[in-house]
C-alpha cells in the first residue's frame, strides 16, 4: 500500500499510482484465493500470472522458476520505459530470478526485496546475506528483510514510500 502511495513530490502532489504485476508459481486453481487476500489485506490491485499445472507434452511438471523469468522478461520488454521493484521470499529461487532480471535489464530494478524465510542463522540465509551485499556493492538493489517493517525502511531510504508507511507498517505490526 505504501508503494502504491508512493512520496508527494516538493509541491505536494503524488507521482501517478504504480502498476503492480503479481507474478507466482501458483496454480490458476488458487486464483480465487489469491485475489480474496490481495481485497482483504489491501494490496493494490493488478493483474495475476500464475501457472497451469499438470503434464506438458514435453515434460510431466512445470518449471516454477522458468514461469516466473518468462513472465518477468515478458512485462520488462512490454514496458520497455518502466522501472520495476521486485518482491519475493528466501523460500525457493526468487533471490537467484530477480538477480537474473537485474542483470537481464541493466537499469530497470529499482529495488529488490526478499522477505527473509527463516531465521538469520540458517544457511541459506546467511549466505544470501552475503551474496545481497556483493550485489548492493555491484549495483544490484538486493535486499533480505526479517518482516514489512524492515521492507518498508528500505523502500522509504530509496524514496519509494513516505514516512507514513512506515508508521502504518509498524502499527500494524505492533497491534
Known amino acids: 500500500r505504501g508503494l502504491a502511495r508512493g512520496i508527494p513530490s516538493r509541491?505536494?502532489?503524488?507521482?501517478?499510482?504504480?502498476?503492480?504485476?503479481?507474478?507466482?508459481?501458483?496454480?490458476w486453481t488458487f486464483y480465487p484465493t489469491l485475489q480474496e487476500f490481495v481485497q482483504l489485506r489491501g494490496f493494490p490491485q493488478g493483474p495475476m500470472f500464475l501457472t497451469d499445472w499438470g503434464p506438458t507434452e514435453r515434460y510431466i511438471r512445470r518449471s516454477g522458476a522458468e514461469h516466473k523469468r518468462t513472465a518477468i522478461r515478458r512485462l520488462f520488454e512490454a514496458y520497455p520505459s518502466m522501472d520495476f521493484v521486485l518482491v519475493g521470499d528466501s523460500g525457493q529461487r526468487d533471490p537467484l530470478t530477480y538477480e537474473e532480471m537485474a542483470r537481464e535489464f541493466p537499469g530497470r530494478v529499482r529495488l529488490i526485496l526478499i522477505r527473509?524465510?527463516?531465521?538469520?542463522?540458517?544457511?541459506?540465509?546467511?549466505?544470501?546475506?552475503?551474496?545481497?551485499?556483493?550485489?548492493?556493492?555491484?549495483?544490484?538493489?538486493?535486499?533480505?528483510?526479517?518482516?514489512?517493517?524492515?521492507?518498508?525502511?528500505?523502500?522509504?531510504?530509496?524514496?519509494?514510500?513516505?514516512?507514513?508507511?512506515?508508521?502504518?507498517?509498524?502499527?500494524?505490526?505492533?497491534?
Open 11 to 27: 509541491s505536494g502532489k503524488r507521482q501517478p499510482e504504480p502498476t503492480f504485476f503479481y507474478v507466482s508459481t501458483g496454480s
Open 116 to 175: 527473509q524465510v527463516g531465521p538469520d542463522d540458517e544457511e541459506r540465509n546467511a549466505v544470501l546475506h552475503i551474496h545481497a551485499k556483493s550485489l548492493r556493492a555491484e549495483g544490484i538493489p538486493l535486499h533480505l528483510v526479517a518482516d514489512a517493517g524492515g521492507a518498508a525502511q528500505i523502500a522509504n531510504e530509496v524514496g519509494l514510500c513516505d514516512v507514513e508507511t512506515l508508521t502504518a507498517v509498524r502499527t500494524e505490526q505492533d497491534g
